[in-house]
C-alpha cells in the first residue's frame, strides 16, 4: 500500500516550491510517474540524495517494502535560481545531488540518513533549501504565466513580454525548465487534463479535453499516448 502525503512549501518559499512531499510503501510496488513540468530533489536510504530533471515521458520508479521516500518538487522554471545551473542537461535523467553541491550535498545526505521519520526528513530537506537572492527573472514569471494557464498561453507573447525574441525565449526556458516553451505549455496542459479527470468518479473525455485547451479529444489522445504510451482512460490517478 501506498501513503503519499503533500505538505505546503511556507510563504517563502512558495514562489519557487510546489509542494514537500513523502511517499511510504508497506510492500513492494512501482509507482508511475508522468511528466509535469517539475524538477525534484528526492531521498530514500536506497537511492540517497538526488535530483530528477523534467521528464518528456512517463517513468516508472521501483520502491522497496518499507520504504521511505522524501522530496521536494519545485514549481516548472523555478529550480534554477536554487540549483544554481542550467536545467537543459539534466532533462530525463537523474543525479546524486552531491555532484551539484559537493559539501553541502554530503552533509544533507549524511543528515537525512540519521533521521528516522518522514517529518523530520521534511523538515531537514526543507531547511536546505535556501531563498534565492537574486529576484525571479523575466523568464521565471514567464514559466508561472504558462503554469497558472495550464499551458493555454501564447508564446509568442510571453516572449515579448519577456523582450526576448522567439528563439531567445526557447534557449532561456530550456535553460531554466529544461524543457522548450511549447513543450512545457502541452506538459501543463497534459497534468491540467489529469487532475481534472481525477476530480470527476466518471471521466467525460470530451469535456475534459474541452476544458483543458485542447483542440478536440483526439488531440487529448495523442498527448496521452506520446507522454505515458498509454490511452487517458488507463492512466490511473497519480502520486501527484
Not at 7 to 14: D, H, K, N, T, V
Not at 141 to 163: E, F, I, K, Y
Request: proline share 6%; charged share 20%; aromatic share 8%.
Amino acid at each position: 500500500m501506498l501513503q503519499y502525503r503533500e505538505c505546503s512549501p511556507g510563504i517563502e518559499l512558495s514562489p519557487f516550491v510546489e509542494c514537500f512531499w513523502s511517499a511510504d510503501v508497506s510492500a513492494a510496488t512501482s509507482i508511475r510517474v508522468p511528466p509535469d513540468g517539475c524538477v525534484d530533489i528526492v531521498f530514500s536510504p536506497d537511492l540517497g540524495l538526488r535530483i530528477v530533471g523534467a521528464m518528456t515521458v512517463e517513468q516508472v520508479f521501483p520502491l522497496k517494502a518499507g520504504a521511505q521516500t522524501v522530496g521536494v518538487r519545485f514549481r516548472p522554471g523555478m529550480a534554477r535560481g536554487i540549483l544554481g545551473v542550467p536545467l537543459s542537461e539534466f532533462t530525463d535523467t537523474s543525479f546524486g545531488l552531491q555532484d551539484l553541491w559537493p559539501q553541502r550535498g554530503k552533509e544533507l545526505l549524511t543528515q537525512l540518513g540519521e533521521l528516522h521519520s518522514i517529518s523530520h526528513r521534511i523538515r531537514a530537506l526543507y531547511q536546505a533549501i535556501k531563498v534565492p537572492e537574486a529576484a525571479i527573472n523575466l523568464v521565471g514569471h514567464a514559466s508561472a504565466a504558462m503554469t497558472l494557464a495550464h499551458g493555454n498561453v501564447s508564446v509568442d507573447d510571453l516572449a515579448s513580454q519577456a523582450n526576448l525574441s522567439p528563439r531567445q525565449f526557447r534557449r532561456r526556458c530550456y535553460e531554466e525548465a529544461g524543457l522548450t516553451p511549447k513543450h512545457l505549455c502541452r506538459i501543463l496542459r497534459f497534468r491540467y487534463a489529469k487532475q481534472l479527470a481525477k476530480l470527476s468518479p466518471k471521466a467525460n473525455w470530451a469535456r475534459i479535453a474541452a476544458e483543458a485547451g485542447y483542440f478536440d479529444q483526439a488531440h487529448l489522445i495523442r498527448d496521452f499516448h506520446e507522454f505515458t504510451g498509454r490511452a487517458p482512460m488507463s492512466v490511473s490517478s497519480n502520486t501527484h
